[in-house]
Every structure is written in C-alpha cells, then in structure tokens.
C-alpha cells in the first residue's frame, strides 16, 4: 500500500523560510513523478513543484526562484525549501505521487501540512 507521510510547515513571517519533507512507504523511483501541491482557502489545488523519475523539475511561475525540490532516492524522501516566503504561499501542503503506465496513472497523496505566512 502505497503511503506518502509529510513533516515539516508551519508558521512564519513574510521573507521567512520553511522546509517540508515527503516520506514514501515505497522506493521513490517507482513514481513516474513526484511532487507538491497546495490548495488555499476557497481555490483549486495547484501544482507547486514536481520531480520525474528522471530528474525533470517543474515549478509553478509564483515559486521559481524561491523554491526548490529535490528527492532522496536513498532514503525515498522528496522534500521541499521554501525561501521568501509570501503571505500567498499560505496553504495545505500536499505530497503527491504519481504511478502506473502512462495513460493509466494513479495519484497518491499525502494527509497534507499546513503553512501559514504572515504579513
């Protein structure tokens, strides 16, 4: 069974930084992807940041330059550094792993962990 745990969050001050990690119940290199996602009250959950087994990263435009992701395939952990932090990056966090076949995938997703920026 397939569990993704995430730690880390918080709260901080505007320009403040953070970090969280994701641990996977599973070597990490079976995901196709993974990544974070955040959802804030009232809006869609969007992508933060993704990692593909290969190493392709992708980041939303509102976090380049202040986030970073990387992955741990030895200790199949996926985490995530936030720098300069901004009152809008105030959300739930989620953990996100994507497996299967292509056409076929599947998404897992951790229990989310909130962070909260304040102005």
């Known amino acids: 069974q397939v569990q993704l745990v995430e730690s880390g969050g918080g709260s901080v001050q505007d320009g403040g930084t953070l970090s969280l990690s994701c641990a996977a119940s599973?070597?990490?290199?079976?995901?196709?992807?993974m990544g974070w996602y955040r959802q804030a009250p009232g809006k869609r959950r969007e992508l933060v940041a993704r990692?593909?087994?290969?190493?392709?990263?992708d980041y939303a435009d509102s976090v380049k330059g202040r986030f970073t992701i990387s992955r741990s395939n030895a200790e199949n952990t996926v985490s995530l550094r936030m720098n300069t932090l901004k009152p809008e990056d105030t959300a739930v966090y989620y953990c996100n792993g994507r497996r299967g076949p292509q056409g076929n995938e599947v998404d897992y997703w951790g229990q989310g962990t909130q962070v909260t920026v304040s102005s």
């Open positions: 599973m070597s990490i290199s079976s995901f196709n992807a």
């Open positions: 990692i593909s087994v290969t190493g392709i990263i």
